[in-house]
């Protein structure tokens, strides 16, 4: 069993940057951002492999998030820079214990472990 744990979310101006945190609990390979901004389904962010060696990004955060991961500190961390008030949602983490194959993994029913959320607020 796997226990994910975000960090770092918070009120920010537009412009401006953080740094979320996802701890694990347990062994990860590939773990994903996703984001639910109100009233809108949750997307898929970014993802890193095990090694973080392979990132893919969604292509509205392309330039402006970066996600690496500490296996040292089983943590991955998302750096959202250049904040817009269109980023705000809560954001999630999710991992899976096994590595993936063949497409990159962007869909929310590949990951088996979630953690419970960080409110992410863009003010204008």
């Known amino acids: 069993q796997v226990q994910l744990v975000e960090s770092g979310g918070g009120l920010v101006q537009a412009g401006g940057s953080l740094r979320l945190a996802c701890a694990a609990s347990g062994r990860t390979f590939t773990v994903a951002w996703f984001r639910q901004a109100p009233g809108k389904e949750r997307a898929f962010a970014a993802f890193v492999s095990k090694s973080g060696a392979i990132t893919h990004y969604a292509d509205s955060v392309k330039g402006r998030f970066t996600i690496s991961r500490d296996n040292a500190k089983n943590t991955v961390y998302l750096q959202i820079n250049s904040l817009k008030p269109e980023d705000t949602a809560v954001y999630y983490c999710?991992?899976?214990?096994?590595?993936?194959?063949?497409?990159?993994?962007?869909?929310?029913?590949?990951?088996?472990?979630w953690g419970q959320g960080t409110q992410v607020t863009v003010s204008s």
């Open positions: 999710a991992a899976r214990n096994v590595p993936f194959s063949g497409s990159y993994p962007v869909g929310q029913a590949w990951y088996a472990y």
